[in-house]
């Protein structure tokens, strides 16, 4: 199931393409070890090119194509061995899907923050089988759109950003502006 960006219109587009932009310009954008060196050097056109016209689906399917994913990668064993293991086959779905959700987010929190909406509501944007317990507790919550923006310009990736919003890859959490 793709994921239902609740809020996604023309003005979201713009200002999440602004965002793309920016951390390219501040090369603060996420270089994903799995692309490979095409993948990497084609990735900015890519990504803004699905969030100008397209969609999470387009954006795997580019990835997908002219080897721009590496076939596989380097892991540890729990005893910590290093091991070569293929690159699993949701990989241009879980980036894909992270970057774009990002970038949303970020383009919601600025259009919250010009209408001078007092916080984005958290929502299931993408129905998982497992959902984990702490992405359940976050539905429904409010955030303030400014903390949320300052939170996922700081970080590079999905991974490391201290609100928890979106709760990592393949959280299926996202946020939307509140109903008025």
């Known amino acids: ?25 501040n090369d603060r954008w996420h270089q994903s070890p799995r692309l490979t060196a095409k993948g990497l050097a084609d990735w900015p056109k890519l990504l803004q090119e699905a969030v100008s016209t397209g969609t999470v689906a387009s954006l795997v399917a580019a990835v997908e194509q002219n080897e721009r994913l590496h076939e596989t990668e380097q892991s540890h064993t729990k005893s ?9 086959t949701t990989a241009a779905e879980t980036l894909a899907e992270g970057e774009f959700n990002r970038y949303y987010i970020r383009a919601v929190c600025r259009a919250a923050i010009a209408a001078k909406l007092p916080a984005v509501e958290v929502y299931r944007a993408k129905a998982v089988q497992e959902p984990r317990p702490s992405s359940q507790a976050k539905l429904g919550t409010r955030v303030a759109p400014q903390e949320l923006l300052d939170d996922l310009r700081a970080s590079s990736n999905t991974h490391d950003n201290h609100l928890g919003i979106p709760a990592g890859p393949n959280s299926g959490l996202s946020v939307r502006l509140p109903a008025q």
């Open 80 to 88: 910590g061995d290093e091991i070569t293991k293929d690159i699993p």
């Open 1 to 25: 199931m793709t994921m239902q960006f609740a809020s996604l219109n023309e003005q979201i587009r713009r200002l999440m393409l602004d965002e793309v932009q920016r951390d390219l310009d």
